[in-house]
T-cell receptor
Framework: TQLLEQSPQFLSIQEGENLTVYCNSS?????LQWYRQEPGEGPVLLVT?????EVKKLKRLTFQFGDARKDSSLHITAAQPGDTGLYLC????????????FGAGTQVVVTP | GAGVSQSPSNKVTEKGKDVELRCDPI?????LYWYRQSLGQGLEFLIY????????KSGLPSDRFSAERTGGSVSTLTIQRTQQEDSAVYLC?????????FGSGTRLTVV
């Protein structure tokens, strides 16, 4: 059973479209991180959010942490083929500092 | 080094054999983690080393799995008497404060 549920599992869109990936849990997290993973490589950290309600923007990517610190979303505006990858959310719980619980991931494919 | 280095990148082994997977973390990173990733399953926590503290072994799936970290740096994950269900990508990560830096992983195939 995944502590963090990601949806959708798979997303295929055309270049220029927008997309949103969701990460939900019944548990409270002290912080939540988003990673992107490409085939044959390890995940690469995109962002860390720590405050309930926090919104962070990285160019075309917008990350939001829910007010109750149980959920998060990743929104990509005007997706490009280079955004293709497996997006993983990961949460740190206050009772297990440093150890992250990962969601199963959302596979995003952006076609030209 | 500049990043987290894992070796070998690929390992094919026969069922019942022992394997050792190596992780060389970023110099100065005090925390080191092992995860494994199976298709469609996300990342499964295995073990966590933090400085000189006793490791958190709560994620090791059976007593066939063990890991050590020598001198606060290089770590070795050992799987004894491998089984087919051990086939996965084994990922190592290190961190200093927050946010992991992952290696590229070792793809283990047990035949």
């Amino acid at each position: 059973t995944q502590l963090l549920e990601q949806s959708p599992q798979f997303l295929s869109i055309q270049e220029g479209e927008n997309l949103t990936v969701y990460c939900n849990s019944s548990s409270v997290f002290s912080s939540l991180q988003w990673y992107r993973q490409e085939p044959g490589e390890g995940p690469v950290l995109l962002v860390t959010v720590v405050t309930g309600g926090e919104v962070k923007k990285l160019k075309r990517l917008t990350f939001q942490f829910g007010d109750a610190r149980k959920d998060s979303s990743l929104h990509i505006t005007a997706a490009q083929p280079g955004d293709t990858g497996l997006y993983l959310c990961a949460g740190a719980r206050t009772d297990s500092w440093g150890k992250l619980q990962f969601g199963a991931g959302t596979q995003v494919v952006v076609t030209p | 080094g500049a990043g987290v280095s894992q070796s070998p990148s690929n390992k094919v082994t026969e069922k019942g054999k022992d394997v050792e997977l190596r992780c060389d973390p970023i110099s100065g990173h005090t925390a080191l983690y092992w995860y494994r990733q199976s298709l469609g399953q996300g990342l499964e926590f295995l073990i966590y080393f933090q400085g000189n503290s006793a490791p958190d072994k709560s994620g090791l799936p059976s007593d066939r799995f063990s890991a050590e970290r020598t001198g606060g740096s290089v770590s070795t994950l050992t799987i004894q008497r491998t089984q087919q269900e051990d086939s996965a990508v084994y990922l190592c990560a290190s961190s200093l404060v927050s946010g992991y830096t992952f290696g590229s992983g070792t793809r283990l195939t047990v035949v």
